[in-house]
């Protein structure tokens, strides 16, 4: 790799990694502000907090990097274009082809990384995404302890509870137990929290008063207590299993589902679009970048403008993308829309090096650029600004 190279590679892989974490991070705390309750009504601590909604990072940065990737071949495109570089280079004889290869190592280092997330990072931090919403967020004991209202838990159990502070402190606590029929237990107690271990949960209740009414006894046992432990494991959801949705698998377990897993039985189409989806993840960088320096790489002097090249080279990307993603929907019940989608993407990179090999400068036709100048200037002169010559 020569110098040349050298500096195309390393500007092209410096803005994709600058641009991709600017626009993983916008996505990532649009996502992460509807999580803000974590921290409040369930008691939360902010590194739980974060530590949780990171785990979405490798889906966006999934579908992010490709478009990270032709905005950075577009800047440093542009950049070598404005400093003439591009002229320079091609009078020294060195054709768009050859110009190509530094951007074609940059798309591999990040074709490896999106076939890397794909196949494990991103199915991963899903799977543990749901794991944690089933032991915390989808916990009965957070959800139907509600502050000012009689949960009914069981068929004669009723809890109420005051207020719920930061750090899980449940305040003023009402337990009413009438399970036994032997017996009436009537708990009250300043605050409490909800502990849980491999055993279950238990609801640990701090300065109360616990009432015992014994059938066939008068008067009730009254006990005051500083420290009690009340048994909530038959109302957590702790240690059950957690149900893998399809975009939770890993590639592998695409690959080679088992004949008895319900979801499969029920999903095989879904199974298979997501095992294409999978597939296909590391082939659009490699489209986009090829696409984008078909429009942008060819040598232009200063006076023609790049801003058709741009806006087609954005056009271009744009719906290659969105009829990936229709025929992603339709080959959960038409495999034929998968080879469509392979076909597309075979199409693009073909006739994108097609142009790159040809040398063909991309440009609306002279009729279209006269029109469009001819409405400019009258644009111009209905607001009453001189048409420039």
């Known amino acids: 790799m020569g110098s040349i190279d050298r500096y195309i590679f390393r500007t092209t892989l410096a803005s994709f990694a600058v641009v991709l974490v600017s626009l993983t991070g916008v996505i990532w705390i649009t996502q992460a502000l509807r999580g803000i309750d974590l921290m409040t009504s369930q008691g939360q601590t902010i ?3 974060l530590g949780v909604t990171s785990l979405v990072i490798p889906a966006l940065v999934l579908i992010i990097s490709p478009i990270a990737l032709m905005i950075a071949i577009s800047h440093t495109l542009n950049k ?13 004889g060195l054709s768009p082809l050859r110009l190509f290869h530094p951007f074609l190592l940059a798309t591999l280092v990040v074709a490896l990384l999106v076939a890397f997330i794909a196949s494990y990072l991103a199915p991963d931090g899903m799977r543990r995404l749901k794991q944690w919403d089933a032991e915390i967020t989808a916990d009965v004991l957070a959800n139907i302890l509600q502050p000012g209202r009689f949960a009914q838990l069981d068929q004669n159990l009723t809890i109420r509870i005051r207020e719920r502070q930061p750090g899980g402190l449940l305040v003023g606590i009402f337990i009413d137990d009438r399970r036994d029929p032997k017996e009436r237990i009537s708990i009250v107690a300043d605050h409490g929290t909800i502990v849980k271990n491999e055993g279950g949960s238990i609801l640990i209740l701090e300065d109360g008063n616990l009432e015992r009414f014994e059938a066939g006894k008068r008067d009730p046992a009254l006990v005051a207590f500083g ?13 059950h299993d957690v149900a893998l949705g399809i975009r939770e698998r890993y590639l592998w377990e695409l690959l080679s589902p088992s004949a008895s897993d319900p979801v499969y039985q029920q999903l095989p189409g879904q199974f298979r679009a997501e095992l294409h989806d999978r ?11 090829a696409l984008t320096f078909a429009f942008l790489g060819a040598p232009r002097t ?7 090249s741009i806006g087609g080279a954005i056009l271009a990307v744009f719906g290659l993308r969105m009829a990936g993603f229709a025929c992603s929907v339709m080959a959960v019940k038409t495999p034929l829309a998968a080879f469509v989608q392979y076909l597309m993407l075979a199409a693009a ?8 090999v040809g040398g063909i400068v991309i440009e609306p036709p002279a009729a279209a650029m006269e029109a469009i100048n001819k409405s400019s ?3 111009l002169r209905l607001f009453g ?3 420039a010559a």
Do not use: C, H
Not at 80 to 92: G, Q
Not at 302 to 308: L, M
């Open 47 to 49: 590194l739980t907090f």
């Open 80 to 92: 070598l274009a404005t400093d003439s570089e591009i002229i320079v280079m091609n009078a020294a």
């Open 227 to 239: 420290r009690y432990g009340f048994d909530m494991s038959k109302f957590s959801n702790q240690g």
């Open 279 to 289: 597939f296909m993840a590391p082939i659009y960088p490699f489209a986009f970048a």
């Open 302 to 308: 200063t006076r023609q403008s790049r801003n058709f």
């Open 349 to 356: 990179i073909g006739a994108s090096f097609w142009i790159i």
């Open 377 to 379: 200037a009258r644009l």
């Open 385 to 387: 600004r001189p048409a």
